[in-house]
């Protein structure tokens, strides 16, 4: 098996929404952040019942992954053709003479079938927990490349440490790809890793507290699309020392070979040209 790869990155997605804008936009659903359920129905808030009591700028962690393959194999294969005229004593096809036979009367043909088999797996998991993410919107947005992530330090922001490593998300794209083959002889037997990229995404974080009721919530900005999220949402604490990207970028034969094992596998380092147009 030949195993290509692509450089594996680090991206910042450069925010489309500032902090002050941010900030204004808080500030403006400070009250619809506690109209919700049948309690809209009865009472709401008034503007100056309701102050902030925290905020935070956090970058958080997810993973691009795209893997693809490409089989390129023979076999032969037998084609049974019935025959159903008792008068056809043989057929000739190309030159060959063949004899009718069997129940039902039929022809065996054998030929040698040329095939092509090609996949693609693309996942964006979540490098914190793991799940599988619902963030392919966010590829279209800029993103600028990050040389070292562990001395990442963004101003007045917190950078939540990826937990998922590339390698595990990588596996588990390949999983599908990676399969047996009903072949004879095998021309091409491809695997590429086109992108392994680690993104930072931009969110805004605002903490509400109602005085009047002693009700407390939070409400998250995303700082690409501006959308509000009100659920499932907090105020990151502290978090420990980002992990090196040659921890975090580990996709090599090794992490491979936990997939395949036996070894016998041959390496091509991609290029960019290499995977142009794939």
């Not at 974080?205 to 009047?212: E, G, R, S, Y």
Request: proline share 7%; with cysteine; charged share 30%.
């Amino acid at each position: 098996m030949e195993i290509a790869f692509a450089p594996q990155r680090i991206l910042c997605l450069t925010e489309t929404l500032s902090w002050d804008e941010a900030r204004e936009r808080a500030w403006d659903k400070k009250t619809s952040v506690f109209a919700t359920g049948l309690g809209k129905l009865f009472t709401r808030p008034k503007p100056d019942e309701i102050r902030i009591t925290d905020q935070e700028k956090r970058w958080e962690p997810f993973w691009h992954v795209v893997c693809s393959s490409r089989f390129v194999f023979d076999r032969r294969q037998h084609y049974r053709l019935p025959m159903s005229q008792p008068e056809v004593r043989s057929v000739v096809i190309d030159d060959h003479e063949y004899l009718p036979g069997g129940e039902p009367r039929g022809l065996t043909l054998v030929g040698l079938e040329k095939c092509r088999v090609e996949d693609t797996a693309s996942r964006l998991v979540d490098a914190v927990t793991g799940e599988p993410a619902e963030y392919w919107h966010f590829m279209e947005f800029d993103a600028q490349p990050i040389e070292s992530v562990a001395d990442w330090r963004p101003a007045d922001s917190t950078v939540v440490p990826p937990q998922i490593r590339a390698s595990t998300v990588t596996r588990d794209a390949l999983v599908n790809l990676i399969k047996p083959l009903d072949a004879d002889t095998i021309h091409q037997d491809l695997i590429t890793i086109e992108r392994v990229d680690l993104y930072f995404r931009p969110v805004y974080a605002f903490a509400f507290h109602w005085t009047p009721k002693e009700r407390s919530t939070i409400a998250e900005f995303d700082g690409l699309t501006g959308k509000t999220k009100l659920e499932n949402v907090h105020i990151h604490e502290p978090v420990g020392k980002m992990l090196s990207a040659d921890v975090l970028l580990d996709v090599g034969i090794d992490a491979i070979d936990l997939l395949v094992p036996g070894g016998g596998i041959n390496i091509k380092l991609a290029r960019p040209t290499d995977l142009a147009g794939q």
